[in-house]
């Protein structure tokens, strides 16, 4: 066997850990992000060309669990997570160009694929406490619903979502707010870097901890990030065998989890060529890319609100994973997109070509539509991280005429749906998880 791959925290004042300890941690006690101790590498030619994605999963994140308890259930916390395809589409737009389809999970949207992992992950680890678990997770629309799914009905968890009131799509709203059971909706009176930084607040409090056994689920969680990796480095692998070249990808961005994930695939070794950034108008990624210093920032809103983050929690991961700044403003763009271009991309897409994206997705279409313009002729895959159907109120007046609505997301507009109001701020929490 191979020696384990131990994981230590970004700020370096923790010890280094097991996976299973990271995941189920989610955040380092020293308030950092678990990293492995090095990036292993993987030959591309140990995948099997003919595997579905849960195959090439398991065979991806085999060295990040080697020596560890999970590693005997890794194929099976794969078969179990990937059970949609992650399909890459032709574009009648942009002939060649395919799209990365993220969105055929259960809550259509990408984060499907990281929620389903970390259940299936925490599900097999010993709990030493006979207390229920507590999963706290910030979202900005999408991560709470996939969570929530993915954890729904798990005997020994509940599950807290907090998220913005009045920041996400209505139904995104009626989707966080309609599981119950072990399943509460908090609908914070703020923005999502503050449910972000609440729910940091009480992972970090020790009082709170030894009281109630707190975990998150958060893209700070490895469980989360590391299943990421799998559709990049599929997609990537199947166009490679075909056109003998890496394919680039353009990643909708927000707290940089997505994006991420695709960059470490490439530090793998794998046929990742370039990726590019795309951000809505919260700007810190691409005013850092421009040179600036670093500067996060309260976010705004916009139609991409699962994108409306200022202070992209992964930056610490990425610095971790190219500490020379130089070299990293090098390697990497990252373009803002407004609102009015979000709109015109929506739009004169469904116009000209009769293919309707989702707001986010618009993001990544509206800089592949620039650099085609250009003349730029390299293969780029197009990132689409929800379906339209969940935006329904910014997508269908754009283009005209009422969207199909995926079954399962049908069927969770078709239950009532609860939410509690919560105020801002970190003892608000608190207070409600000690009384709950
Ligand atoms: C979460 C989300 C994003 C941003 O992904 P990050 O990993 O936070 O960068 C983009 N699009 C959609 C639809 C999302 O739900």
Same mark, same amino acid.
């Given at each position: 066997?191979?020696? =384990?791959?131990?994981?230590?925290?970004?700020?370096?004042?923790?010890?280094?850990?097991?996976?299973?300890?990271?995941?189920?941690?989610?955040?380092?006690?020293?308030?950092?992000?678990?990293?492995?101790?090095?990036?292993?590498?993987?030959?591309?030619?140990?995948?099997?060309?003919?595997?579905?994605?849960?195959?090439?999963?398991?065979?991806?994140?085999?060295?990040?669990?080697?020596?560890? *308890? @999970?590693?005997?259930?890794?194929?099976?916390?794969?078969?179990?997570?990937?059970?949609?395809?992650?399909?890459?589409?032709?574009?009648?737009?942009?002939?060649?160009?395919?799209? +990365?389809?993220?969105?055929?999970?259960?809550?259509?949207?990408?984060?499907?694929?990281?929620?389903?992992?970390?259940?299936?992950?925490?599900?097999?680890?010993?709990?030493?406490?006979?207390? =229920?678990?507590?999963?706290?997770?910030?979202?900005?629309?999408?991560?709470?619903?996939?969570?929530?799914?993915?954890?729904?009905?798990?005997?020994?968890?509940?599950?807290?979502?907090?998220?913005?009131?009045?920041?996400?799509?209505?139904?995104?709203?009626?989707?966080?707010?309609?599981?119950?059971?072990?399943?509460?909706?908090?609908?914070?009176?703020?923005?999502?870097?503050?449910?972000?930084?609440?729910?940091?607040?009480?992972?970090?409090?020790?009082?709170?901890?030894?009281?109630?056994?707190?975990?998150?689920?958060?893209?700070?969680?490895?469980?989360?990030?590391?299943?990421?990796?799998?559709?990049?480095?599929?997609?990537?692998?199947?166009?490679?065998?075909?056109?003998?070249?890496?394919?680039?990808?353009?990643?909708?961005?927000?707290?940089?989890?997505?994006?991420?994930?695709?960059?470490?695939?490439?530090?793998?070794?794998?046929?990742?060529?370039?990726?590019?950034?795309?951000?809505?108008?919260?700007?810190? +990624?691409?005013?850092?890319?421009?040179?600036?210093?670093?500067?996060?920032?309260?976010?705004?809103?916009?139609?991409?609100?699962?994108?409306?983050?200022?202070? *992209?929690?992964?930056?610490?991961?990425?610095?971790?994973?190219?500490?020379?700044?130089?070299?990293?403003?090098?390697?990497?763009?990252?373009?803002?997109?407004?609102?009015?271009?979000?709109?015109?991309?929506?739009?004169?897409?469904?116009?000209?070509?009769?293919?309707?994206?989702?707001?986010?997705?618009?993001?990544?279409?509206?800089?592949?539509?620039? @650099?085609?313009?250009?003349?730029?002729?390299?293969?780029?895959?197009?990132?689409?991280?929800?379906?339209?159907?969940?935006?329904?109120?910014?997508?269908?007046? +754009?283009?005209?005429?009422?969207?199909?609505?995926?079954?399962?997301?049908?069927?969770?507009?078709?239950?009532?749906?609860?939410?509690? =109001?919560?105020?801002?701020?970190?003892?608000?929490?608190?207070?409600? @998880?000690?009384?709950?």
């Amino acid at each position: 066997m191979s020696q =384990p791959l131990r994981y230590h925290s970004t700020r370096g004042a923790a010890p280094a850990v097991p996976i299973s300890q990271a995941i189920a941690a989610g955040l380092a006690p020293d308030g950092g992000l678990y990293v492995p101790e090095a990036l292993p590498s993987i030959d591309p030619a140990a995948f099997d060309p003919r595997g579905p994605l849960a195959d090439t999963a398991a065979t991806l994140l085999a060295p990040f669990f080697a020596g560890d *308890p @999970l590693a005997d259930d890794l194929k099976v916390i794969c078969a179990e997570a990937f059970t949609f395809d992650a399909p890459l589409r032709a574009l009648a737009a942009h002939p060649a160009t395919p799209m +990365l389809e993220l969105f055929h999970g259960p809550t259509s949207a990408f984060k499907d694929f990281g929620a389903r992992f970390l259940a299936a992950s925490l599900r097999r680890l010993p709990r030493l406490d006979a207390r =229920p678990l507590t999963i706290l997770v910030a979202t900005s629309g999408d991560t709470g619903a996939a969570v929530a799914a993915a954890f729904h009905r798990q005997a020994d968890v509940r599950v807290v979502i907090l998220y913005p009131d009045g920041l996400v799509s209505p139904r995104q709203a009626h989707q966080l707010g309609c599981f119950g059971d072990n399943v509460s909706a908090l609908r914070v009176a703020g923005r999502f870097d503050d449910c972000q930084r609440m729910v940091k607040a009480a992972l970090g409090d020790g009082s709170l901890q030894a009281r109630l056994p707190l975990s998150s689920a958060n893209s700070i969680s490895l469980g989360r990030l590391l299943p990421q990796m799998s559709y990049y480095a599929h997609a990537a692998l199947g166009w490679w065998r075909e056109h003998g070249t890496p394919l680039n990808f353009i990643v909708p961005t927000g707290n940089l989890g997505n994006a991420l994930a695709c960059l470490w695939v490439r530090k793998l070794g794998l046929p990742v060529g370039e990726v590019r950034l795309a951000c809505n108008a919260n700007a810190t +990624l691409p005013d850092y890319f421009a040179g600036a210093d670093y500067a996060p920032r309260e976010a705004v809103a916009t139609l991409a609100n699962a994108m409306d983050v200022g202070a *992209p929690s992964n930056f610490e991961r990425l610095r971790w994973t190219f500490p020379d700044e130089n070299h990293l403003r090098d390697l990497l763009q990252a373009h803002s997109v407004d609102d009015a271009a979000i709109r015109d991309t929506v739009a004169s897409h469904a116009r000209e070509h009769g293919e309707v994206f989702c707001p986010h997705t618009a993001t990544a279409m509206h800089q592949l539509d620039r @650099l085609r313009q250009a003349g730029d002729r390299s293969p780029w895959a197009v990132v689409a991280t929800a379906h339209p159907a969940k935006f329904e109120s910014v997508v269908e007046p +754009l283009i005209g005429h009422p969207l199909a609505v995926p079954p399962a997301l049908a069927a969770m507009l078709a239950r009532p749906a609860h939410a509690e =109001p919560l105020p801002a701020n970190d003892a608000a929490l608190r207070t409600w @998880l000690s009384s709950h």
